[in-house]
């Protein structure tokens, strides 16, 4: 019996973690229509800048610093850090709702370097905040906020 389950384990498992990790990035990269992927994007920034402004209210010293509510928003943010960049795919520039603007399509290799800067400043931040340093987590969310701003500023309608 208990070498049938070893053996159905060995045959069956990695076979099936294979199946998961392939649908989970289906599942990541693949919008049924071009509106579910603006809806997908816009959430995904929504959490992140929620979770954003909490960290960096602390970090900035405008709400008392509270270590482990920053570790927890830092969390969310790494989570979610590459998420909605997986979601400009072609066709989702016609949705209407969209703020992101045409450039993100005609110049993709400047907004892979928007977002790619942003994901680096996203990396510092989380080092920051694992070394428990305040004065540097306030350096590296400064950061961060630019990086967002940066971006905004170019491929994103203006007023939003
Ligand atoms: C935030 C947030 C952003 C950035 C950006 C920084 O808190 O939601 O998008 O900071 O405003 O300029």
């Known amino acids: 019996m208990r ?23 289906q599942a990541q990269n693949t919008f049924q229509r071009p509106g579910d992927a603006v809806e997908y994007r816009q959430a995904g920034f929504e959490l992140m800048g929620t979770h954003f402004r909490r960290l ?12 482990k509510a920053v570790e927890d928003n830092m969390a ?4 979610l850090s590459k998420l909605p960049f ?6 989702s520039d016609k949705v209407k709702g969209t703020e ?3 450039e993100v399509w005609s110049q ?8 790619d800067k942003f ?9 920051a905040v694992k070394g428990g ?11 961060v906020g630019q990086s967002c701003k940066a971006c905004h500023d170019s491929f994103k309608q203006k007023g939003h």
Do not use: W
């Open 3 to 25: 070498s049938t389950l070893t053996s159905t384990t060995r045959h069956c498992l990695l076979p099936l973690l294979c199946l998961c990790s392939a649908l989970s990035a």
């Open 56 to 67: 960096n209210a602390m970090a900035q010293g405008k709400v008392a610093y509270d270590a």
């Open 76 to 79: 969310v943010i790494a989570a």
């Open 86 to 91: 997986t979601a400009f795919v072609p066709g």
């Open 100 to 102: 992101a603007l045409p």
């Open 108 to 115: 993709p290799a400047k907004f892979q370097e928007a977002a």
């Open 119 to 127: 994901q680096a400043e996203v990396g510092k931040l989380q080092a």
């Open 133 to 143: 340093k305040p004065e540097e987590v306030k350096v590296a969310a400064g950061a």
